[in-house]
């Protein structure tokens, strides 16, 4: 494979030097101008082994830590025993520049065996490869046949290649609409290559119109249309012309640069034909060709501690094929449920949610009505009884709003209890969702047997003066315990 070519163009001519020619066993390419870098198209290469070591995993990290990493890489299980790998030159792609590591195959041409890599990473200048050893084999079996020196063919099978070229696309289109944002005065403070199938996003100091981000949609399918060609150069990195990333009041940096701990000395480029310039190390394809660009059209404002910004979310290639087959899908199985053509659904269901808010309203005033007769009914049991009158009430039904139904009739019967001035505890309960309420005419009353049912029941809950009301996990033969409980009261 030349290194030379009109898609890697080599400024400084020492680059040649540094990419480790084929057989070569000593040395690694540097990342920076790795064959994924040279040729993004590229599926597989004859490499050798140039250093395998066995690897032990950190421990994992505290709970809570990397939870919002957008970006789901392969992850190596704690058990798993794995190599890493570095061989003269790759195909694989080390994570870098927002987009996630590769996934790939090496087989080694000795034994003819399969070894699968879960991912890549950068160290300093070296792309390292996680060579998963199979459960039928030691490390010390696999050290030896990914030893220095072992010939291997480093591959992107078919999964793989599919999953870079959805990176890939994904990650010219950013620089492409970043590219276009940066003309209107909207710098990219950062940029999310997010897991397959959702769609990516750019943060943005502000919002967007809508007819911002149509015209911005609009110039990128353009140049897309046009079938802009991107190419990449690469020269030495002078560390005095290194400079810092610019960076905002909040600290945050924005968009590009180079990371620190980077050893390469490799300058890159990535050229948009007439559109970008932008140091980058990501893989990007040679042309905007088949990039239609996608901007879903509004922004989401996420507010930080000290500093808001909006997120524009994109698609592009066949994440947006895929992402517009399965909206299309499920547009037209909702259309099926709802009895009517696709163009009517909205329509239809702003129908059925106000048919839903008015059954709601109604349920709700009939309840309020039977609340009412139940609560009758207790004042009826009530008359003529010596004593307290000791009542459990219990409904299985599965209205919405329980609690506000255990309100009414609470409060309906209370009245006119109060205005009677016999005493009463009446414990009130739906059985399906196991919410209680205690009324009751003397507040001692009360609270024992809250505290009763509390121990017995294992009810959750409290009250003030004549209420209280709890919570608890449904148990054999409640209604039961809560009548013995209610005895006890005096
Ligand atoms: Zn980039």
Redesign the pocket.
């Known amino acids: 494979m030349s290194v030379d070519s009109n898609y890697h163009r080599i400024i400084s001519p020492v680059l040649r030097e540094w990419i480790a020619p084929a057989g070569e066993k000593h040395r690694s390419t540097p990342v920076g101008l790795l064959a994924c870098q040279r040729d993004p198209l590229l599926r597989q290469l004859d490499a050798t082994v140039v250093s395998s070591a066995l690897y032990t995993s950190p421990p994992p990290p505290p709970k809570g830590k990397n939870a919002k990493k957008a970006v789901i890489a392969p992850t190596i299980s704690q058990d798993a025993v794995c190599l890493e790998v570095c061989l003269n030159d790759t195909v694989i792609f080390p994570e870098g520049?927002?987009?996630p590591t590769d996934i790939g195959v090496i087989h080694t041409l000795a034994d003819n065996t399969r070894w699968e890599v879960l991912q890549a990473k950068r160290h300093g200048s070296l792309a390292v490869h996680y060579v998963r050893v199979p459960e039928t084999t030691t490390g010390e079996a696999a050290l030896v046949a990914l030893a220095p020196g072992a010939q291997v063919r480093v591959e992107l099978d078919q999964t793989a290649f599919d999953r870079r070229y959805d990176h890939m696309s994904l990650?010219t289109s950013?620089?492409l609409l970043s590219a276009l944002l940066d003309k209107i005065q909207l710098p990219t403070l950062s940029w999310s290559l997010t897991s397959y199938p959702t769609p990516c996003y750019v943060e943005l100091p502000r919002g967007m119109t809508v007819d911002e981000i149509s015209m911005i949609q609009q110039e990128a399918n353009q140049l897309a249309l046009e079938g802009r060609k991107v190419h990449v150069e690469v020269e030495e990195l002078d560390p005095e012309a290194r400079k810092p990333v610019e960076k905002l009041e909040s600290g945050r940096a924005v968009g590009?640069g180079l990371p620190e701990d980077y050893t390469g000395g490799v300058n890159r480029v990535?050229v948009i034909d007439g559109v970008d310039r932008?140091?980058?190390?990501?893989t990007?394809l040679p042309t905007l060709n088949n990039l239609q660009l996608f901007i879903l059209p509004h922004t989401d404002a996420l507010s930080r501690s000290s500093t808001t910004v909006a997120r524009l979310y994109f698609l592009a290639g066949p994440r947006l094929i895929n992402h517009l087959v399965s909206t299309h899908n499920n547009l037209i199985s909702t259309a099926a449920i709802l009895s009517c053509g696709t163009p009517q659904v909205p329509e239809r269901v702003s129908q059925v949610i106000d048919d839903r808010k008015n059954s709601t309203r109604r349920a709700e005033d009939l309840e309020l009505e039977l609340a009412k007769h139940l609560a009758s009914d207790l004042v009826r049991d009530m008359q003529g009884v010596e004593g307290t009158f000791k009542k459990h009430l219990h409904r299985t039904d599965d209205s919405g709003n329980v609690v506000s139904f255990l309100t009414a009739i609470a409060s309906a019967f209370s009245d006119v209890a109060a205005q009677s001035g016999a005493p009463y505890l009446v414990v009130l309960r739906r059985t399906n969702t196991n919410v209680l309420f205690i009324i009751g005419s003397d507040e001692k009353n009360v609270k024992a047997i809250g505290d009763g049912l509390k121990t017995q029941l294992g009810v959750k809950g409290g009250g003030k003066g004549l209420k209280w009301s709890g919570k608890f996990v449904g148990v054999w033969k409640a209604g039961k315990v809560i009548e013995q409980v209610l005895e006890t009261a005096v």
């Open positions: 520049g927002g987009q990650h950013q620089h590009r990535v932008n140091p980058c190390c990501g990007h």
